[in-house]
């Protein structure tokens, strides 16, 4: 009879070997393709990446991966109210104010700031776990789609704010920062005055149990070192038998200085009559 277990087990071995090879070779590649983009992007950061120095498997899967950050709710408030469409029965759509369409661009703006500050933030991160091998390459792939995603559209906001005002797209982005910084300040102080408060209770709840228990002391301590009555009546009982003794041991002493002195006042008298 053929040994069905006795042939699995090399079939099984040999397929596991071929898996781990095969997991194993694609994982090699895919860092070596992640670790010559970084290679390139490093030699010229500010520029984009050509198609020629991509793979085709990358370009495809570039297309398919999740974008990095969120939807763009400012951005998308702005189109709309720079596209808005006619109302029913209306044939043109109601003229939006300039200043509504900058406050717009301004918030825009302000938002890019937000994902460029994150960006360079998680650039270096992301770039040394990358050389590592601790993260894949599909998350270097979705970095370098928002790195480029979020330089075309500061370009057009550079855009929009000249076709709005001359010149305006050179400080727009001074503008938007200092609202960020401005904000950024107000929330710290809040969180200051936030804790203060909570501070402030704390302490309040701290100082109350302190003289609670400094009271409490207090009282122990005056009700230990005052003294009993019974014990105070005795003592002075005692005291005013003493002095009666006193008194008492007393008389014939003072009798008998009485009399000395009653016989000295005598004998001086005598001695005046003899003179």
Not at 34 to 59: C, D, E, V, Y
Not at 103 to 125: E, G, S, Y
Not at 192 to 208: L, N, S, V
Not at 227 to 249: C, I, Q, R, Y
């Amino acid at each position: 009879m053929v040994d069905w277990v006795g042939l699995v087990i090399p079939f099984a071995y040999l397929g596991l070997l071929i898996g781990s090879l095969a997991t194993f070779s694609s994982l090699y590649r895919k860092r070596k393709a992640g670790m010559l983009l970084l290679a390139n992007q490093n030699a010229n950061p500010l520029g984009t990446l050509h198609a020629s120095t991509q793979t085709k498997w990358q370009i495809a899967k570039s297309t398919s991966l999740e974008p990095w950050f969120g939807p763009h709710t400012a951005r998308d408030i702005y189109l709309s109210l720079l596209h808005i469409e006619p109302g029913p029965g209306q044939e043109k759509a109601p003229a939006v104010p300039d200043s509504i369409l900058k406050a717009a661009l301004l918030q825009r703006a302000k938002a890019d700031i937000h994902r460029v500050l994150a960006i360079r933030n998680a650039k270096q991160a992301l770039s040394t776990l990358l050389q590592r091998g601790s993260v894949g390459d599909d998350l270097w792939q979705r970095f370098l789609r928002a790195e480029k995603e979020i330089e075309a559209e500061l370009r057009d906001v550079v855009e929009e704010a000249n076709a709005l005002a001359t010149n305006w797209g050179n400080t727009i982005f001074q503008s938007a920062n200092e609202m960020v910084n401005n904000e950024a300040l107000r929330q710290k102080v809040a969180e200051i005055q936030a804790q203060g408060k909570a501070d402030r209770e704390w302490w309040d709840q701290e100082r109350a149990t302190i003289q609670s228990n400094f009271m409490k002391e207090l009282d122990e301590n005056s009700g230990a070192g005052a003294p009993k009555p019974n014990a105070t009546t005795g003592v002075e009982k005692g005291g005013s038998d003493e002095d009666a003794v006193l008194v008492e041991g007393g008389g014939p002493a003072a009798s008998g200085s009485a009399a000395n002195n009653s016989s000295k006042g005598g004998t001086s008298k005598k001695r005046k009559g003899k003179k």
